[in-house]
């Protein structure tokens, strides 16, 4: 302001001054974020008396009146395996025109595994996703946990096995761990504790809007700008009843929405840290620790929700 200020003359009147600015803000490009769900086609506790059909639902309701983009969910197959009614929650997420991706067959952590057995249960997930998505294009991939390998040639060649077969590595860069409220909502349903649900919605929103600001500013540390971010839900009960409020939040916080392909192709979801991280985590949290920079300040409530109607 106080540049733009001074390169105007004097004799502009406020009022014009006033409204060139009001334009330069209206115009000013929104942040961008991307939504994405993991673990298709069940995640968490389930609630007494609701579906894992109508968890989806709900999420899926919620994403076409709120017009969003195509919105990637990451599939474990072996869940629809363990439970065929489960394939209904896939064929309802490809019916509303959103695309799937892979996340393992298994969920296998890639720690515990070698390079070969990782590959093979990548594979294993091939035909199912081949079956849903037809000739839409399905090689997204996310990692487990979002660890990418324990040791660099862990790393390296699941890397190398990934690109090989002509996959895309979707990069997580905001997250706050929302799978943590799912298991003690459903526990709270069960016992009819409405004030403890509220506290649930309270420190979910909470906690989304400080991660919000947190990993804006790891963004800021690592890149000196905010890159387009890609926020990790899950498809769970809770996240089903919040989503509304959730995408209210991030609107008022000056986001837009985007797809994930549109958003990774940002130069910066190029960058590899090219180290062994046992825990891996977000993008910009390998590229924190690649630079050497240090976390900012943060917390979760983590043992008030363990705790939480037992």
């Known amino acids: 302001m106080h540049l733009l200020s001074a390169r105007l003359p004097r004799r502009v009147p406020r009022l ?12 000013a490009p929104a942040q961008q974020i991307a939504i994405t769900f993991d673990d298709l086609p069940a995640h968490g506790e389930l609630p007494a008396n609701q579906t894992r059909l109508e968890i989806a639902d709900s999420i899926l309701t919620t994403l076409h009146t709120e017009h969003m983009p195509a919105t990637y969910g990451f599939v474990n197959g072996e869940k629809v395996a363990s439970d065929p009614a489960t394939l209904a929650v896939l064929k309802a997420w490809r019916a509303a025109g959103n695309p799937l991706g892979s ?9 515990e595994h070698t390079p070969e057995e990782f590959e093979a249960d990548i594979a294993k997930n091939e035909p199912l996703l081949q079956s849903l998505m ?16 324990d040791t660099l040639d862990k790393r390296h060649a699941v890397r190398a096995y990934l690109f090989a077969h002509g996959y895309k590595i979707a990069q997580v ?5 929302d799978y943590l409220w799912n298991d003690p909502y459903a526990r709270c349903v069960a016992k009819h504790d409405e004030k403890s649900i509220e506290y649930l919605r309270k420190s979910y929103l909470a906690t989304a809007d400080q991660y919000a600001s947190v990993f804006r500013e790891l963004s800021h540390m690592v890149y000196g700008r905010d890159v387009p971010y890609v926020l990790l839900m899950h498809i769970g009960a809770f996240d089903a009843k919040m989503l509304p409020e959730l995408l209210a939040m991030y609107r008022a916080k000056g986001f837009t929405f985007v797809s994930l392909p549109e ?7 190029a960058d590899d840290p090219d180290m062994p991280l046992r825990y891996g985590g977000a993008q910009l949290e390998q590229m924190m620790a690649a630079r050497k920079l240090k976390f900012p300040p943060n917390t979760k409530p983590y043992k008030e929700l363990e705790a939480l109607c037992k």
Request: charged letters at 20%.
């Open 173 to 177: 860069n905001m997250d706050f761990e």
């Open 263 to 269: 958003a990774e192709k940002d130069p910066a979801y």
């Open 103 to 111: 996340h393992t067959w298994s969920h296998m952590n890639l720690n």
């Open 16 to 27: 014009a001054l006033a409204i060139l600015l009001a334009a330069v803000s209206c115009c």
């Open 134 to 149: 037809g000739e839409r294009d399905w090689h997204w991939f996310r990692y487990p946990f979002l660890w990418e390998g």
